[in-house]
T-cell receptor, first 112, second 116 residues
Framework: GENVEQHPSTLSVQEGDSAVIKCTYS??????FPWYKQELGKGPQLIIDIRSNVGEKKDQRIAVTLNKTAKHFSLHITETQPEDSAVYFC???????????FGKGTTLSVSS | GAVVSQHPSRVICKSGTSVKIECRSLDFQATTMFWYRQFPKQSLMLMATSNEGSKATYEQGVEKDKFLINHASLTLSTLTVTSAHPEDSSFYIC????????????FGPGTRLTVL
């Protein structure tokens, strides 16, 4: 089955810096890669996603890149703000409507 | 985006009792819903797939007789933790993909279960 590896497990940055979180997946059939932000005691919130027919997607300060050949995808957050502090999870799935397989999460701390 | 609700948001129960958690898709229909469990400082682990009108499918290692799932309608799935024990204490989260064939999955806010 699918296995998703996520790095780093913790990331501390200064406000205004960029943050990059990387994930690799094992199943070449995976074609959907969402990123979720989870705040303490809350459910995951979708922040951006990318499908395998696209190499990059951007939404304001957030971008995701996908390298299908290497089977890895990354989350980029620019101009970080303290409210970006949370746990970020990458995930993968191979078919619409199937369960997501999650990475282990990255705790991002943005200090002002 | 679409909204998924869960009830209750938190519950405390005594060891040996049963607890029911509801997951509702509020503005879309979901023939499938997923139940995840998340222990502190860990990732979400898929427990089972809830299928409307048929039996749920469980992931390896998840006891189907302990975690009863009922998906009675296109907007409601319930997870019942039977004979709960302290090791069942966790954060239970459901998700639902819309039936329009899109990939996007919407998660509920989660239910914090504490078994004393």
């Amino acid at each position: 089955g699918e296995n998703v590896e996520q790095h780093p497990s913790t990331l501390s940055v200064q406000e205004g810096d960029s943050a990059v979180i990387k994930c690799t997946y094992s199943d070449s059939a995976s074609n959907y890669f969402p990123w979720y932000k989870q705040e303490l005691g809350k459910g995951p919130q979708l922040i951006i996603d990318i499908r395998s027919n696209v190499g990059e997607k951007k939404d304001q300060r957030i971008a995701v890149t996908l390298n299908k050949t290497a089977k890895h995808f990354s989350l980029h957050i620019t101009e970080t703000q303290p409210e970006d502090s949370a746990v970020y999870f990458c995930a993968a799935s191979s078919q619409a409507g199937t369960a997501l397989i999650f990475g282990k999460g990255t705790t991002l701390s943005v200090s002002s | 985006g679409a909204v998924v609700s869960q009830h209750p948001s938190r519950v405390i129960c005594k060891s040996g009792t049963s607890v029911k958690i509801e997951c509702r898709s509020l503005d879309f229909q979901a023939t499938t819903m997923f139940w995840y469990r998340q222990f502190p400082k860990q990732s979400l682990m898929l427990m089972a797939t809830s299928n409307e009108g048929s039996k749920a499918t469980y992931e390896q290692g998840v006891e189907k007789d302990k975690f009863l799932i009922n998906h009675a309608s296109l907007t409601l799935s319930t997870l019942t933790v039977t004979s709960a024990h302290p090791e069942d204490s966790s954060f239970y989260i459901c998700s639902a993909p819309p039936t329009d064939g899109t990939d996007t999955q919407y998660f509920g806010p989660g239910t914090r279960l504490t078994v004393l």
